[in-house]
């Protein structure tokens, strides 16, 4: 039974070998028709013989027009840069600094001994006798001090001799200045008639008070104080010479 089976399984296999080669013949032979299957449905190609094919092409005998020329674009080349571009810098303005004004020493409040006779117009002589002496430095010190200042009226009362006496020698200039501070400071209450007070010199000056005015060794004392924030000043219209100058 199994050998009938392979028998007929052997002539089935044969039967489409056939089959396949009858129709591998039929195509290459006759060339009429090729079927294909594209799912789209059957669609039959009728051959054309060569001769047909160039019978059926048309023939244009006409000389053909000449067209205008078009020119062949230039290619341009375009450049990209990958280079990271340079920050722009704004420049900065500077401003210009505002000066700092400096303040006027006869403005300000609180002002030493120096700075009061600057500022009062009057001790010009005595303000550069001060400074040949070097007692600027001095009078700048926190004291306190009382100076009794002559002006520059009584400096010209001089006599021309004692003046020229004092400038030509500096030392003995500098102990006729210290004749006139007193190295404490004094206020018209505590002036009374006869107080005796030693001055920066080392030799003693005599107050004497009467009917409202205040002298001292004689010289007329102002009433009216100029205060300064190492002492006072008070104005006298002589110069005061010690004993040992005169």
Not at 19 to 29: K, R
Not at 104 to 114: F, G, L, S
Not at 174 to 180: D, G, R, S, T, Y
Not at 181 to 187: D, I
Request: charged share 10%; net charge negative; glycine share 4%.
């Amino acid at each position: 039974m199994k050998e009938q089976e392979r028998k007929n399984h052997a002539d089935i296999l044969v039967l489409i070998v056939m089959s396949a080669i009858g129709w591998v013949l039929v195509l290459a032979i006759s060339g009429w028709f090729a079927l294909t299957n594209l799912g789209l449905g059957t669609h039959l190609f009728v051959p054309v013989t060569p001769t047909e094919r160039v019978a059926a092409i048309p023939t244009d005998t006409t000389t053909p027009t000449a067209g205008p020329t078009v020119p062949t674009p230039t290619p341009v080349a375009i450049v990209i840069s990958t280079a990271t571009p340079s920050p722009t810098v704004i420049p900065t303005r500077t401003p210009t600094p505002t000066a700092t004004p400096t303040p006027d020493p006869c403005k300000v409040e609180t002002q030493d001994i120096i700075n009061v006779l600057n500022c009062s117009r009057q001790f010009e002589i005595l303000l550069l006798a001060v400074s040949l002496s070097n007692l600027t430095a001095t009078l700048h010190g926190p004291g306190p001090f009382t100076v009794f200042a002559p002006s520059d009226s009584a400096f010209v009362n001089l006599s021309e001799e004692t003046l020229n006496v004092l400038l030509a020698d500096t030392a003995q200039l500098a102990l006729v200045l210290q004749f006139h501070v007193v190295p404490q400071s004094l206020t018209l209450a505590d002036i009374t008639n006869g107080l005796t007070v030693e001055t920066l010199m080392g030799e003693q000056v005599t107050f004497s008070v009467s009917s409202g005015s205040v002298t001292i060794n004689g010289a007329n004392v102002s009433t009216k104080e100029l205060p300064a924030s190492n002492g006072s000043v008070f104005v006298i219209d002589s110069v005061l010479l010690p004993e040992a100058s005169q």
